[in-house]
Nanobody, 115 residues
Framework: QVQLVESGGGLVQAGGSLKLSCAAS????????MGWYRQSPGKRRELVAV???????NYADSVKGRVTISRDNTKNTMYLQMNGLKTEDTAVYYC?????????WGQGTQVTVSS
């Protein structure tokens, strides 16, 4: 089995920064897609940032210029550095890995941005 565990969420004031981590364990061969999604009350889960096979990175327009997705293969850990946080960034952030044709999700970590 594959397990994904997020950490790093919390309460931060607008303009602040957070760094989220996603630690992966289990059978991790052939990861062809990984990224961060988020979901806030009343809204569907949305893409924040992804890393595709080959290293291509895409960001949602709403976060471009404010977040950076990265990974450390030696630690099997993916990160999301978030700067200049806005109240609309408040959401539960989920780590996602796609391995072959199977989807894996973490339990999520809450990010709350206050004014």
């Amino acid at each position: 089995q594959v397990q994904l565990v997020e950490s790093g969420g919390g309460l931060v004031q607008a303009g602040g920064s957070l760094k989220l981590s996603c630690a992966a364990s289990g059978t991790l061969d052939n990861i062809n897609f990984m990224g961060w999604y988020r979901q806030s009350p009343g809204k569907r889960r949305e893409l924040v940032a992804v890393i595709l096979g080959g290293g291509t990175i895409n960001y949602a327009d709403s976060v471009k210029g404010r977040v950076t997705i990265s990974r450390d293969n030696t630690k099997n850990t993916m990160y999301l550095q978030m700067n200049g946080l806005k109240t609309e960034d408040t959401a539960v952030y989920y780590c996602y890995h796609r391995i072959v044709e199977t989807d894996y999700w973490g339990q999520g970590t809450q990010v709350t941005v206050s004014s």
